[in-house]
Nanobody, 122 residues
Framework: QVQLVESGGGLVQAGGSLRLSCVAS????????MAWFRQAPGKEREFVAG????????YYADSVKGRFTISRDNAKNTVYLQMNSLKPEDTALYYC???????????????WGQGTQVTVSS
């Protein structure tokens, strides 16, 4: 059974940085896409960044391009989200997800973690 466990969230001031981690287990992920989504209070969950496990291709939401970087560690089966120049509007619950398609639609992702909270103070 696939398990995704996120960590690394916290409280940070605007302009600061955080690195989120997502440890994946339960199968081989070489043919999958890993992604980060986020959901702010009162808003729908939105795509943040994605990575094709094989080859490492990445893609980002416009709102985070140039500030966030998604990466992976094959040996640790872990995906990271390095978040720099954080803004108050980045405050949200951040989720790791696994799917088969290189897409931004959340309904096409099969497995989800429980989320880690990121709060950016102004």
């Amino acid at each position: 059974q696939v398990q995704l466990v996120e960590s690394g969230g916290g409280l940070v001031q605007a302009g600061g940085s955080l690195r989120l981690s997502c440890v994946a287990s339960g199968r081989t992920f070489s043919s999958y896409v890993m992604a980060w989504f986020r959901q702010a209070p009162g808003k729908e969950r939105e795509f943040v960044a994605g990575l094709r496990w094989s080859g490492g291709s990445t893609y980002y939401a416009d709102s985070v391009k140039g500030r966030f970087t998604i990466s992976r560690d094959n040996a640790k089966n872990t995906v990271y989200l390095q978040m720099n120049s954080l803004k108050p509007e980045d405050t949200a619950l951040y989720y790791c997800a696994v799917g088969r398609l290189f897409v931004t639609r959340e309904w096409q992702y099969d497995y989800w973690g429980q989320g880690t909270q990121v709060t950016v103070s102004s």
